[in-house]
């Protein structure tokens, strides 16, 4: 549930990661040099979930648009135009 959800859908899966992160806070243990397993693994499908979706955005088959210079005359002119 909490893959699916975004957090500003409000939805109970973020509710229950936040109460799910009190409790496992609430009593540290070690000698807080190491990152706790469940913190790593939360990490890591993070990591996943936002290369996912930054690849899932991304066309492969898009050419790549090339880069055109212009000048502030040109910029005016294309302006001028859009506004007849």
């Known amino acids: ?9 409000g939805g109970s899966a973020f509710v229950q990661l936040t ?7 609430a009593e540290p243990t070690g ?3 190491d990152v706790p397993d469940w913190l790593a693994a939360l990490e890591d499908e993070v990591d996943l979930l ?3 979706r930054r690849r ?3 066309d ?9 210079k212009l000048t502030y005359d040109d910029v ?4 001028r135009r859009m506004g007849e």
């Not at 549930?1 to 859908?9: I, V």
């Open 19 to 25: 109460q799910e992160i009190a409790e496992l806070t």
């Open 1 to 9: 549930e909490a893959r699916r959800a975004q957090p500003d859908e």
């Open 56 to 58: 899932s955005t991304a």
């Open 60 to 68: 492969p088959d898009a050419a790549p648009v090339p880069r055109v």
């Open 50 to 52: 936002q290369s996912q």
């Open 76 to 79: 005016m002119e294309q302006a």
């Open 31 to 33: 000698a807080g040099l």
